[in-house]
């Protein structure tokens, strides 16, 4: 039985149709990602299904009982009292509980000592409810709140820390525990991953992949994706098409999946424009107008082909300032302290021409207070901070602190630049800000809307060596993809601090990872820095020899499971090669068939084209067979290729 079905849901605000058709199934234990671009409705959809807006078209359907966690972007209601006191709150009846619990000890010590006999009936009740504590976890309850707080970056201290002075990250992570201590049977969760470094990402990874409830999350987080989904559903041009599958196996039947349609519109289009040319052209004799008519019912009988949204991204060009020296960045025993607070001290490195650095360590260790050492826009406490010859930097901040919150959007860039206003207005244009929307104010923007037009800034400024902290922030798939591909073309030094764990893996040579006032420089690839981060060093002690022989076991038995997958992904490759060829040549045959029909000397012939038809039908059918088959062979090789090459 289905936990949740969307219906044919559709949703607008005003004359803007947000949601068209919306329709999707999950099952118990089912974990699924809601892709799309910014503004395409993902928000709008999680909080229809979790009651807080009513969709004005279609239907909304639970499995009775449900109980249903939503997690927004942004911090909601503001909660009170200290942090334990709101985590606690998702085990109110446990606590109520174990109150009436305390009630009755204090109950049967007074009547034990003045009215033995009336003993018996809250003696049973106090087993009954003691029964029922436990039973239900009543025992685990801090251990468990310890777990949560731990593993979403709170230490122990924060626990009496006053919610009203959080910070806004951690008012999100607090909310977040809550939602997972209350273990609802739905998990509607909106960005569970902003605000979380490293160590917990990768706790919140785990935690959600041994859950049993049903999960529909939101989220830019490609890698997290990967490894808590498998379903993907991608909000595109209002409507919701699913996949069955993670992000990196969506992307790839989804770019098969478009050129094929692609292709598909194409053809029938030109089928349509030539068979409408033949009907206008058609002569006045009784023959050519029963040809007429016969394309014209072909015409209304055709299945129109649907095209595929195209995905919009802005087009970010950034400006070389040519070479610089061999030696870019060299800190010769930094340190940072605010006040009584040392962040770190001693920093030694240098950064060398044409490296690309990943910036990665816990929240508060001191990233972006480093990037602001090297832009100059802070002084160390200690130390020295040198930039070698001909280095010219360029500085992308978190919080786009150098954007004027009273500025317009083309105030902004005018201001930023020696643009006239038409210049501004074109380059604008490239990042998505169009019409009417370079007259907004930039505190009215959104956080999707401040990273491109930081981006559009930081544009127009020539540099060759480039800092970037936390660029991914609030974009969307297109346009992190887009910021990707420039950043790999990028010639110059390149020093980036961000959780995106997919956008490093490709970009960076060298890991610097920042922790508790200390450095450490890992020499490689930001995947074999996650890979080296798991390999845990030689026990000592007496154990050493045990210790090692049972890894060597485990070793024998991985380098098993490794061959038989290794062999179970290479028939499975074969077959997704052989239905790939036959697809092609099931898509020579649709074209040729089609290509027959739209030929006028068919058409006399009645019982021809009725064979016609009948030939292309069946085509259509095996080609539609044959793309099911191919998506259930890649899904089953993307998932075996996850299962034996992500590791973290």
Request: overall charge negative; proline content about 3%; glycine content about 8%.
């Amino acid at each position: 039985m289905s936990l949740l079905v969307l219906s044919g849901v559709g949703k607008s605000f005003g004359a803007q149709e947000v949601l068209v058709d919306v329709s999707l199934q999950l099952q118990p234990g089912d974990k699924a990602g809601i892709i799309g671009p910014n503004g395409a409705g993902k928000s709008t959809l999680l909080k229809i299904i979790a009651g807080l807006l009513e969709p004005d078209r279609g239907t909304v359907s639970l499995a009775r009982g449900t109980r249903v966690g939503y997690l927004p972007q942004e911090p909601g209601r503001e909660a009170r009292g200290t942090l334990r006191s709101h985590l606690e709150s998702s085990f109110r009846p446990l606590l109520e509980l174990k109150e009436k619990i305390a009630s009755l000890e204090e109950e049967i010590a007074s009547r034990a000592r003045t009215d033995a006999g009336e003993l018996a009936p809250l003696l049973e009740r106090y087993g009954e409810y003691r029964r029922r504590f436990e039973d239900e976890g009543g025992y685990l309850v801090e251990s468990r709140i310890s777990a949560v707080a731990g593993g979403l970056g709170f230490a122990p201290e924060d626990l009496e820390r006053d919610m009203a002075h959080l910070s806004g990250g951690e008012k999100t992570r607090a909310n977040l525990a809550a939602l997972l201590l209350r273990d609802p049977d739905l998990l509607l969760m909106d960005e569970p991953t902003n605000y979380l470094d490293f160590d917990g990402l990768n706790w919140l990874e785990r935690y959600l992949a041994g859950s049993r409830c049903t999960i529909l999350v939101v989220s830019h987080d490609r890698f997290f994706l990967d490894r808590v989904v498998s379903q993907i559903f991608a909000l595109e041009g209002r409507r919701l098409y699913g996949y069955r599958s993670n992000y990196s196996a969506y992307r790839e039947k989804h770019e098969v999946l478009r050129k094929s349609r692609e292709r598909a519109y194409r053809e029938q289009r030109q089928l349509i424009e030539r068979t409408e040319k033949l009907i206008r052209e058609s002569k006045a004799d009784e023959r050519s107008k029963r040809q007429a008519r016969s394309r014209q019912k072909m015409l209304e009988r055709l299945e129109l082909v649907e095209r595929m949204p195209e995905e919009e991204s802005f087009r970010l060009d950034l400006d070389y300032a040519g070479r610089s020296g061999q030696q870019v960045v060299v800190f010769e025993d930094v340190g940072k302290s605010y006040g009584s607070r040392e962040l770190f001290s001693g920093l030694n490195f240098q950064i060398r021409w044409g490296d690309r650095v990943a910036l990665v360590g816990p929240n508060g260790a001191g990233k972006s207070t480093l990037l602001k050492l090297i832009a100059g826009e802070e002084r160390p406490s200690g130390g020295r901070v040198r930039l070698g010859p001909a280095v010219k930097v360029v500085y992308f901040a978190q919080e786009q602190e150098q954007l004027h919150p009273q500025r317009t959007v083309l105030e902004e860039i005018v201001a930023s630049s020696d643009l006239d206003l038409k210049q501004a207005r074109s380059h604008l244009g490239r990042y998505l800000f169009r019409g009417e929307d370079v007259f907004k104010k930039v505190a009215s923007l959104s956080g999707g809307e401040k990273s491109r037009l930081a981006l559009a800034r930081l544009a127009l400024h020539s540099g060759n060596c480039l800092l970037m902290d936390e660029p991914t922030s609030h974009l969307d798939l297109p346009a992190l993809e887009e910021l990707e591909a420039v950043l790999r073309r990028y010639p110059g030094t390149l020093i980036v601090v961000s959780h995106d764990r997919y956008f490093l893996r490709g970009l960076v040579n060298r890991v610097f990872e920042l922790h508790q006032g200390r450095l450490e420089i890992f020499e490689g690839s930001f995947q074999e820095y996650l890979e080296s981060r798991e390999s845990e060093p030689a026990p000592a002690g007496g154990d050493a020899v045990k210790k090692d022989e049972t890894r060597k076991r485990q070793a024998q038995l991985e380098q098993r499971r490794r061959r038989e997958q290794e062999r179970r992904a290479r028939k499975l490759r074969e077959e997704q090669q052989r239905l790939e060829d036959e697809i092609h040549a099931a898509e020579l045959l649709v074209a040729r068939h089609e290509a027959t029909l739209s030929n006028p000397d068919e058409y006399g012939d009645y019982n021809r084209l009725l064979e016609l038809s009948e030939a292309l039908n069946a085509a259509r059918e095996r080609l539609a067979e044959l793309l099911q088959q191919w998506e259930e062979v890649s899904s089953q090789l993307e998932q075996l290729e996850a299962d034996s090459q992500i590791h973290y």
